[in-house]
C-alpha cells in the first residue's frame, strides 16, 4: 500500500485557512494546534476547570451501561476506566448514525479520533482516550437512511431504509422494523460482488441484526463497535435519554443565559465578516439555539414575547415553564449546531475535537459562547482525508496515462477521455465530414445564388434543403461516432471506471461511497491497514494506492 499527498480542495476557505493559516483567523478559535505549547496548556484548563464538568464516576457509569450493551470490547472497558481517573482527557469525534456506518468520511474521522489519541496521550503523558459522539438527536432522516455502492454494472446504487412517517422526530427515536433490516442486509448482499470476504460480512451483519437494533443509531453503534472496539474507541448517543439525564444541569446553564449566548453568537457573525467570511451556521435573530420534541416532532425554539416557542406556535413556555419541563422531562430536550460542541466540553475533558471542513468553518462562530458558560473552546483537528485507488482502477490510469489530477478536474478529465476515442478513429471522422460538409456547401451555394435569378421562392427552398441535407450528414457522422464508441466500449468502460471510483456523483469517493464495498474486496483486516497509516495532524487529502 502506497500512500500519497494529493491537493483537494475542501471548499470551505475558513477550515483550509484554519490549517494552514492560523496567525490570521486566531480571532476566531482558541489555540493552535499545530503549537505544542497549546496541547500542554489546554491539558493543563482541563485540571484546573474539572469542577465544572459532569463527574467522572457519574460519567463513567453511563458510558459502561451504554458501551456494554453496543460496544462490549475489553479495549473499551479499559478506556472508560482510565477516564474515569482525574487527569485522563479525551478526543472526540462525532457524526450522524447513517445506514452501514454512512459514508467514508464517517470512518476515515473514527479513525483520525483514535489516531490523535494516541498520540497526545505519548506527548502529553497522561491518558487520552478516544470517544465518538453519535449524533442521534438530528431528525433529518433522508441525510442517513442510505448508503451508496459502485455496482459491477458501474452504476452508483443507493441502498435505503425508509419509514412511513413524515415527521421530525430524533433519528435514535425513529423505529426500524426487523423486515427493513432484513430488505437492506438482501439488497446489500446483491449489490456487493462475490468474494472471499462477502460471506463473513453478511454474517456480521445477520449477528447484529438478530440482536434486534431498533433504530438506525443502534446499528450504527453496533457496527462501529465491531470495527473500532478493539480499539478503546468509547461510543455515546447524543439522544440516549440516560445521558440526558446527565446533561441537565447544562440545559439549564444554557437556558438561563440564553440571552448572553445569543449575543455571543451574533458578535462572532461580526467577528468573521471582519475577517472576510460568512458564517457556515445560521445564527438566528431570538434564536434559542436549543430543540424541544414534543411526540413526533423536534421543534426548533425562538424567545418571543417574553416565551420560548417553535415557529408555528405548536408549543410555548415562559422561562421558568421551560425549565420545569426540562426537569420533568430532559430527554425532550437537544442542542442545535451552535449548543453541541457547549454540550460537549460540559460532559466531557476534551483535549481535542475531529472535525470535518464544514465543522470547523461552523465552530468559529462559538468561541464566545464557549466563554460565556465559563469554558474554553478545545483544540480542533482536521479528520484525515482519503481516497482509496484500487489495484484495477490504478492499472487503467496507468494504461491510459490518467493522473489524480486529471479525475479531479472534470473537464480536463473530459478531454483525455476525448482524445483518446479520437485516437482511436482511424477513419478521422469529424476532420472527413467536416470536409464533405463543407465541399457540398462550396458546389451547392452558388446554385442557390443562380436559382434566385429564375425566382427568388427558390433561393429560399434551396436554403431550406441544403441545410436538411447537411442535418442529415451530421446525423450521420453522430452514428459512425456512437458506432466507434460502441466498437471501442472496453476502454471508454475503463474510463468511466477511473470516474466513478474516484469521483462519483461528482463529489470526492470520501463523501459518496460506503466502506462495506471495500470491506469486501480487502476482508474486515483492511481496518488495521488504516490504522497503520501514519497520522497526518494536518487533514492534508492522500491517494491510497493498494
Partial sequence: MNVVQEQLSSAQPLAEVYVNQFSAVELLYESDPAQSASWSKRAAWLDESEHTR????????????????????????????????????????????????????????????????????????????????????????????????????????????????????????????????????????????????????????????????????????????????????ILMDSADPKLRRLELPVFEAIIAQNDELEGAYFNAVRDMAELGYSPAAEVSENGANLFYVDGHERRLLFKQSGRYSDRKRKVSFSQEELLSELRKYPERFSNNVLTRPLMQDSVLPVLAAVLGPGEISYWALTRRAFRKLGLRMPLLLPRESFTVIEPTVQKYMNKYGIKWNDVKEREDFRQKREAWLSAQDELQTDPRFDEVIRAFADMYNPLIEQLSGIDTGLHKLGVVNRDKIIEQMNYLRGKTKDALARNHDTGLRHFDRIELSLFPLNKPQERVYNIFYYLNRFGLDWIDDLMDISYNETGKHRIIYL
Avoid: C
Fill in 54 to 233: 459532569i463527574g467522572r464516576i457519574e460519567l463513567a457509569a453511563y458510558l459502561r451501561e451504554y458501551n456494554r450493551r453496543f460496544n462490549p470490547h475489553p479495549a473499551v472497558e479499559q478506556a472508560i476506566s482510565d477516564l474515569e481517573q482525574p487527569g485522563a482527557a479525551v478526543i472526540v469525534g462525532g457524526q450522524q448514525s447513517g445506514l452501514f456506518t454512512g459514508p467514508l468520511l464517517v470512518i476515515y474521522k473514527a479513525l483520525t479520533v483514535i489516531k490523535a489519541a494516541k498520540k497526545a496521550s505519548a506527548d502529553l503523558k497522561r491518558p487520552v482516550v478516544p470517544v465518538f459522539w453519535i449524533a442521534g438527536e438530528d431528525h433529518d432522516w433522508d441525510e442517513v437512511n442510505h448508503s451508496y455502492f459502485l455496482s459491477p454494472e458501474l452504476q452508483v446504487r443507493r441502498i435505503r431504509v425508509h419509514r412511513d412517517a413524515v415527521d421530525r422526530r430524533p433519528v435514535s427515536y425513529t423505529n426500524v422494523s426487523p423486515e427493513d433490516w432484513q430488505q437492506a442486509v438482501a439488497e446489500l448482499e446483491q449489490q456487493l460482488p462475490d468474494s472471499e470476504f462477502k460471506a463473513e460480512l453478511l454474517a456480521m451483519l445477520h449477528q447484529l441484526q438478530g440482536k434486534q437494533a431498533s433504530s438506525l443509531s443502534e446499528m450504527f453503534a453496533r457496527l462501529m463497535g465491531n470495527l473500532f472496539g478493539k480499539y478503546g474507541l
